[in-house]
């Protein structure tokens, strides 16, 4: 463990130090200005050192922090986000929640080599696990921008899931996308999130409504969820898994300030089926959602479900489905408040409030689960630095019996 941390210290290093290089040509400018106060250079002559000071020092930094020749471009990004849960229980015996943490430790860099190829390497030193490790090439088909990633990324299915943790508007991602993507533990699915193997994107600005129309997306993976710091699945059979989703995002109103988005996924795991994953049999996967941003008002939702084949004994399949709706408001300028609405059956496979409720203590498996969540986002500079507060309530039920468990969570977020 030491060395592992004294490595990535001496990494974090480097990359500093190559940061410290490219600051010190800048100051320069402020003695070019003054060379031409003074009269002694043109604007003309000044402008060609300031090129070629920067041209410089593009080259110092890249040859400071990496080692190929190549590399034209280097963006480096991190957050950071702590967090504090207080979570009470009804389950006798059970300890509650009170805890401070670090959430995310987010390090990443992308690299430009070439034309349309990139390096993205996202690295989460809380969770000790890669959220992002690919090689990228981005291209054009006719007018249309496409991109190919092969290595490790989020597959597309969930859409609150692929949203970015520093763009969501909860602090945590509902129940009911926990259940169904998370690992899998006999009870939640693992049937989303991280994956090893080669990702298809169609007009990928269109996904992220930086402008409208039809997105498309397609990968072959490894059926496992990765984890670990190698971002490696367990390797426990030779089958692939495939996915594919389509969706279209659109504007409206006075000058296009509305926006919406819906879309569609469907996925096919091979041996991830059973209370465990077992040889022979499958998971299929099925999810609906939709997004809309009108003026102050924002209402997000969408529905997964899941075929397991014996998800709850042998010959005995599941499918388990969730719901989630979320409204938020921007009550000033600065501060919005978020509500949400989730739940889950999982058709008799079992479920926790821990399943859906994180850092929620819990006992009981029941067959649903309710979530409830309540907050305030405070923006201070944007989604850059902000600070969340919510009250969250869950409740797993079974027949006659029921365990609950609320509490409030907080987050401060800081994006690089």
């Known amino acids: 463990m030491t060395t592992n941390l004294f490595r990535r210290v001496v990494l974090l290093g480097a990359l500093l130090s190559g940061l410290a290089t490219a600051a010190m040509a800048q100051d320069s400018g402020a003695l070019l200005n003054v060379l031409v106060r003074k009269g002694i250079l043109t604007d003309q002559e000044a402008e060609d050192i300031r090129a070629e000071l920067t041209a410089e020092s593009h080259a110092a930094l ?32 059970v300890d509650s929640t ?66 970015s943790s520093g763009s969501l508007d909860s602090i945590e991602r509902s129940g009911t996308t926990r259940y169904f993507v998370e690992g ?29 129309g039809v997105y498309y997306g397609a990968a072959v993976t490894n059926p496992e969820r990765s984890s670990g710091p190698g ?53 299929t996967g099925f999810n609906l959602y939709g997004n809309l941003e009108h ?12 075929t397991v084949d014996d998800g709850i004994a042998a010959g005995r399949d599941a499918s388990p489905w ?14 919005e408040l978020v509500g949400r609405y989730s739940f889950t059956n999982s058709d008799n496979r079992g479920i926790k409030v821990s399943d859906g409720v994180r850092s929620a203590p819990a006992s009981l498996t029941g067959d649903n689960l309710t979530e409830l969540y309540l907050g305030l986002n405070y923006y201070i500079v944007g989604s850059d630095l902000k600070l969340q507060l919510g009250y969250v309530h869950g409740t797993a039920e079974r027949g006659d019996l029921e365990e609950s468990a609320n509490g409030v969570r907080s987050q401060m977020q800081i994006n690089f």
């Open 184 to 212: 899998n533990n006999g009870r939640r699915l693992g049937a989303g999130s991280y994956r090893v193997g080669a990702f298809f994107e169609g007009n990928p600005n269109a996904r992220k409504q930086k402008t409208e």
């Open 231 to 283: 971002g490696a699945s367990d390797g426990s059979n030779n089958s692939q898994a495939y996915w594919a989703d389509i969706g279209y995002s659109g504007f409206f109103g006075p000058e296009s300030q509305s926006s919406y988005r819906v879309g569609a996924a469907v996925s096919l795991l091979s041996d991830q089926g059973g209370r465990n994953p077992t040889d022979g049999s499958d998971l």
């Open 62 to 93: 890249m040859s400071s922090i990496s080692g190929g020749k190549s590399t034209h471009s280097l963006a480096i990004s991190g957050r950071l986000q702590v967090q504090y849960a207080g979570i009470n229980t009804d389950a006798a015996g």
């Open 295 to 306: 003026g102050v008002f924002k209402l997000a939702g969408e529905y997964l479900s899941a």
């Open 98 to 163: 009170n805890e401070v943490f670090l959430r995310r430790v987010y390090f990443g860099a992308k690299a430009a080599v070439g034309a349309g190829w990139t390096a993205n390497l996202v690295y989460d030193f809380a969770g000790e696990n890669f959220d992002k490790a690919y090689i990228e090439y981005a291209g054009l088909m006719g007018d249309q921008a496409f991109a190919v990633d092969l290595g490790v990324r989020k597959v597309n299915f969930g859409m609150e899931e692929w949203t």
């Open 322 to 335: 969730g719901v989630w709706i979320q409204p938020s408001v921007m009550v000033t300028d600065k501060l």
